[in-house]
């Protein structure tokens, strides 16, 4: 899946997010895009991304909950 800098990013609730997976049926193409301000912020960009790659694997509507705690903490 692609990832991509993002000038800003906004969430389904109108809230300022610092990653987004864009897995919508009417986009194309599938990507992971993470907040530009984040680049250069080690460790902080890559466990954006990790979170948001936990929630591909362990189904976006699952949340936050103890599967996506348990795979997060196996990939940290």
Known sequence: M??????SITSLTDTAANAFTCR??????????IDDQLSGMFPLERLC??????????????GHG???ITEF???A
């Open 2 to 7: 692609p990832v991509c800098w993002a000038k």
């Open 66 to 68: 103890e599967e996506f």
């Open 24 to 33: 919508r049926l009417l986009v194309k193409h599938r990507y992971i895009a």
């Open 73 to 75: 903490k196996a990939r």
């Open 49 to 62: 991304l990790l979170h948001e790659m936990v929630h591909i694997k362990v189904g976006p509507d699952n």
